[in-house]
């Protein structure tokens, strides 16, 4: 299982940081990411992680803002979000595979539930 946490309403330029706790499995076997809708939109890939070896992977939209990192011993992964801008609106998901998988929506077979991110002054 995968459970996201921590958004929530920001003013742009402003910081947030999620969390994606993983139960019933070693995250550190896997990768996990973090995904965002926005209304209208499809699914996006926005920062994923194998926590065995540290590789990362960021959206453009993203690299210079946002921070991905993992704790395995909490099986937790999370997405710091900085420099927050209107067009980061959305429900982030965390999701998790198999190590190595690159941060495409179809890669990944194990959702979490979403958590609504919302930048506005």
């Known amino acids: 299982q995968l459970q996201a946490s921590g958004g929530g309403l920001v003013q742009p330029g402003g910081s947030l940081r999620l969390s994606c706790a993983a139960s019933g499995f070693k995250s550190d076997d896997y990768a996990i990411g973090w995904f965002r809708q926005a209304p209208g939109k499809e699914r996006e890939g926005v920062s994923c992680m194998t926590l065995s070896t540290g590789v990362t992977e960021y959206a453009d939209s993203v690299k210079g803002r946002f921070t991905i990192s993992g704790d395995s011993a909490k099986n937790r992964v999370y997405l710091q979000m900085s420099s927050l801008k209107p067009e980061d609106t959305a429900v982030y998901y965390c999701?998790?595979?198999?190590?190595?998988?690159?941060?495409?929506?179809?890669?990944?077979?194990?959702w979490g539930q979403g958590t609504q991110v919302t930048v506005s002054s």
């Open positions: 999701a998790a595979d198999g190590p190595g998988s690159s941060c495409l929506v179809g890669e990944y077979g194990h």
